[in-house]
C-alpha cells in the first residue's frame, strides 16, 4: 500500500525554501526601514509592496509546483502498483484551481499589482522593481549560505 501524496508535506531542501520566503521579506522590510531613515516614505511603501509581491510570486510558485510534483508521484505510484481488487486505492491529489490560476498567471498578477500601485497608489515604480529584486537577493543569499555550509560539513 503507498502512500498519498500530500502537496503540503515538506519536500526535500524545503527548509531552503522557508529562508528564502524569510529573506524576501526582510530584505524589502530592511530596504524600507533605510527609505524610512532618509524620510523617504513613498519609497518606503514601494519598497514593501515589490518585496511582498515578489514574496506572493514565489510563494505561488512553491505552490503550484509542489502540486504538481504530488499528481507526478500519483501517477508513478498508480503505474508502479499492480491493481488489487481489495486494496486501497489512493485518492488523487486534486488541483485547487486558485492554485493552478496563480501557478500559471502569477506574472500577470505580479503585473496587475504593480500596476495598482504605480496607478492608483502613486508609487514610484523604482523603488516597486527595487522591492521585486529582493527575490534574487533572497535567492542569491540562500543559496551562497548552503554552499558555504555544504563545504564546511565536507570538511
Request: charged share 15%; proline share 4%.
Amino acid at each position: 500500500m503507498g502512500q498519498r501524496s500530500d502537496p503540503q508535506t515538506d519536500l526535500p531542501g524545503e527548509y531552503v525554501l522557508r529562508r528564502i520566503r524569510a529573506l524576501t521579506l526582510g530584505f524589502g522590510f530592511a530596504a524600507a526601514a533605510f527609505a524610512l531613515a532618509k524620510h523617504r516614505f513613498e519609497w518606503a511603501r514601494g519598497l514593501i509592496g515589490g518585496s511582498l509581491l515578489a514574496w506572493l510570486n514565489f510563494l505561488w510558485l512553491s505552490r503550484g509546483v509542489r502540486a504538481m510534483l504530488a499528481g507526478l508521484a500519483y501517477d508513478r505510484e498508480q503505474t508502479t502498483q499492480p491493481a488489487e481488487p481489495d486494496s486501497e486505492t489512493l485518492e488523487k491529489p486534486r488541483f485547487q484551481a486558485g492554485t493552478l490560476f496563480a501557478l500559471v498567471f502569477r506574472y500577470v498578477l505580479v503585473a496587475i499589482g504593480v500596476y495598482v500601485m504605480f496607478v492608483y497608489l502613486h508609487l514610484p515604480l523604482v523603488s516597486i522593481g527595487l522591492g521585486l529584486c529582493s527575490l534574487i537577493l533572497a535567492v542569491l543569499s540562500a543559496t551562497v549560505w548552503e554552499v558555504v555550509t555544504l563545504g564546511k560539513q565536507r570538511n
